[in-house]
């Protein structure tokens, strides 16, 4: 339960080439001075705020600013990201002069790095760095290979509640943590996976748009194929999109699969045989050194039975060119020029409607994040995050649990023994600032300079056994999902935790210059998001420790559920484009967040305030500071593909309705003088209040 989605997520997972990342120049890297606190250039005094209170904060912004070229959006999170950015670009090519000792984290940084800035020697290498793989997916004599083939591939590279990456170009996604139903233990949770489109509904939707979609779907295939030299690449890719829809009909939906009261079927060894008949779990299990695990937790069992089945009915023969295709692009933007570009081609301009590349070095850094990025990022804070930050953050923390706790007592209809396992819950929450307190350890990973594609597996390869080493283990609530220079935030539901990456501490978010109504609308109201996951409407499943148990009244529970779907209807009710709507479900676990957290944080700081009073600034008192700079912070200019994207599969709503949570606040009436016939004029009854 992350605070944004990136632009592409299953992109960043799956493709290094297209993962999006910012674009300007390092030399404009600083955030620019007007972005402390309230930035009345960006503004559009024309519009009222009970209008369109986005537009009124950003109205000026969103005419001049440009998406560059090589990106999908742009805004606020855009330019901190570039501000990272432009620090780890430092850091890697400092380890990259190769003067660290071998075998140390630096050595390992600047050796991949390396390695992937090498294009000449990519290039003179062309597709042989993956051609063992293809041999051997070509040899595969029958289906107890298959089921090997396909458990001995499978990796630690899905996330279901903590930094939500629900998609994996592999057939099964393994994810390690906390059991649902018993605190005390890790288990290991199967996820669906295996399309190359963004999900079930790009291969089964009639509507026109997303049948063009599948025609360029197919189109990219072949070229992705007669690339590699297969003959036969047009019927290829003909069988494989067949395949893939076929594969899709067995997949859960994407709303489902947030949601943990579908997802969580703990299956025992013997139910995974007998639910999901045809694989050869034995192999599969013992390729994939799953073979002693006693149980496994089927997060979409229709899926699950449905590869099985898959393996059982399709000739091996369509086995073999699909697992083919899925290699050729993971593989794609490791390898030379042309098979970069194609894959961009389709992933980066057709899906996200980014007509250009972004510069290598900035693929570079995601591949070194991708593969050491905790390495990365304890360089990052050593060098660009100072224990007084740390302690001026840990304190807006401390106001606004307390906000949140005195919330939470004010709830007039919420019963005694519901308010007490609240409050529990709330004072158990562990809040990470910064960084974790213990590192990775990368010493048994190797990486060999000149090796990329090789280096990138055996980073996949590590990371897949140092997440299994947790089985048998207690879960460890110290660990942290996000890299310490993300420009992001989460809420770890099983582990009752929170995490504010140093990357996003950064101005427009965070900042010490800034009025404190600033500071507490941009980044306060973010650490209130993620104190709000704990109890929305996911959030609000786990108990204290964890454990996915209705600590609620019924009529309690009843209450909360009903003021969601209030909420849901607000949003459906959002169109961005005639065709297309907010998807009020899909986003409710976020909208509930956001508003929560804005309500949270802007009551902190009101208790934050001393006796004095705080400054006007460019004629905005206090209040209207704090609105607008929270409209400000979510400032976004998206492409309109890459929106239709985010409508679709994101489960964050688009920057500007996010914003709009406005609506539901008595003070932001005030502080506007907001009154009936303006468009985002609710009466009090209207307004929604979850916490
Ligand atoms: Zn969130």
């Known amino acids: 339960m992350i605070l944004r989605s990136a632009p ?21 890297a600083a955030p620019p001075a007007a972005a402390r606190g309230v930035d009345l250039a960006a503004m559009d005094p024309a519009v009222k705020p009970g209008d369109d209170f986005y537009d009124y904060a950003n109205g000026a912004y969103m005419r001049t600013a440009e998406i560059p070229p090589d990106r999908s959006s742009t805004g606020a999170f855009l330019r ?25 984290d630096a050595r390992k940084i600047g050796d991949l790095y390396a390695s992937y800035m090498d294009e000449a020697g990519i290039e003179a290498k062309g597709l042989d760095p993956l051609r063992p793989t293809l041999a051997r997916i070509a040899a595969l004599p029958d289906a107890r290979a298959l089921a090997a083939e396909l458990g001995g591939t499978v990796r630690a590279d899905v996330d279901i509640f903590n930094c939500t990456n629900l998609y994996t170009s592999r057939p099964l996604g393994v994810f390690v943590e906390q059991d649902l139903d018993e605190p005390s233990r890790n288990t290991v949770y199967l996820v669906q996976g295996g399309l190359g489109l963004p999900d079930r509904d790009y291969y089964l939707d009639a509507t026109p748009r997303l049948a063009g979609i599948r025609a360029q779907y197919r189109a990219h295939l072949e070229k992705v194929l007669a690339l590699a030299g297969m003959p036969d690449a047009g019927g290829r890719a003909e069988r494989v999109l067949a395949f893939e829809t076929r594969l899709a009909r067995t997949h859960g939906s994407r709303e489902d699969a947030g949601d943990v009261q579908k997802g969580n079927h703990p299956w025992t060894r013997a139910e995974l045989e007998q639910r999901a008949p045809g694989m050869d779990w034995d192999a599969f299990l013992r390729a994939a050194a799953l073979d002693r695990q006693p149980r496994f937790n089927a997060w979409q069992p229709g899926a699950l039975a449905g590869l099985a089945a898959l393996v059982r009915d399709e000739p091996l023969a369509t086995w073999k060119d699909y697992l083919a295709v899925r290699a050729l692009e993971r593989a794609a933007p490791l390898l030379a020029k042309a098979f970069v570009d194609e894959a961009f081609a389709f992933h980066g301009t057709v899906l996200n409607g980014t007509p250009q590349l972004r510069p290598r070095w900035k693929r570079g850094l995601d591949v070194v994040d991708g593969a050491v990025g905790d390495a990365v990022g304890r360089l990052y804070v050593q060098r660009h995050f100072p224990p007084e930050a740390k302690a001026d953050i840990e304190g807006m923390v401390r106001e606004i649990r307390a906000a949140f706790a005195r919330r939470i007592d004010a709830i007039d209809w919420m ?13 158990a929450l562990q809040i990470g600032v910064g960084h974790p307190d213990r590192w990775v350890d990368y010493a048994g990973l190797e990486i060999a300079r000149g090796d990329l594609l090789g280096d990138v597996e055996r980073a996949d390869l590590f990371e897949y ?6 089985l048998g283990r207690p879960p460890d ?31 427009p978010f965070y900042d010490r210059a800034a009025t404190a109504a600033a500071n507490y609308a941009a980044i306060g109201s973010t650490i209130g998001h993620e104190v709000s996951h704990a109890f929305d409407d996911q959030g609000a499943l786990f108990d204290a420790r964890g454990k996915l148990e209705n600590w609620w009244t019924p009529a309690d529970l009843a209450r909360f559920q009903e003021a969601g779907q209030r909420l849901a209807a607000q949003f459906d009710a959002y169109r961005p484009f005639p065709d297309a709507a907010v998807n009020g479900k899909l986003t409710l676990s976020e ?13 902190g700081w009101r208790a934050s305030l001393g006796s004095a009073a705080p400054p006007r600034v460019g004629g905005l008192d206090p209040a209207q500071q704090f609105f607008v700079a929270y409209a400000q912070s979510w400032q976004t200019k998206t492409r309109e593909e890459a929106l239709r994207l985010q409508l679709q599969t994101d489960g964050h709503a688009p920057a500007r309705y996010r914003v709009q949570a406005v609506r539901n606040l008595d003070p932001w009436y005030a502080a506007f003088a907001v009154q009936p016939g303006q ?8 307004r929604v209040r979850v916490w």
């Not at 056994?465 to 947790?470: V, W």
């Not at 909208?591 to 009551?603: E, H, Q, R």
Request: contains cysteine.
């Open 415 to 427: 019963a005694p023994a519901t308010r007490a396992r609240a409050k529990e819950k709330l004072a």
């Open 8 to 28: 592409s997520v299953f992109l960043a997972a799956l493709l290094a080439c297209a993962a999006e990342k910012p674009a300007r120049p390092a030399a404009s």
């Open 679 to 686: 468009a985002l004029y609710l009466a009090p009854a209207e």
């Open 80 to 104: 901190v990201e570039e501000a990272v950015e432009a620090r780890n670009r430092a850091i890697v090519e400092d380890a990259a002069r190769g003067l660290a000792p071998p075998g140390s």
């Open 465 to 470: 056994r140092r997440q299994l080493a947790k």
């Open 591 to 603: 909208n509930i967040a956001d508003l929560a957290g804005l309500a949270a944080a802007y009551d």
């Open 477 to 507: 609530r110290g660990e942290w999902c996000m890299l310490p220079h993300t420009v992001n935030a989460v809420n770890l539901p099983v582990r009752n935790a929170l995490e504010f990456p140093a990357g996003i501490l950064e101005p």
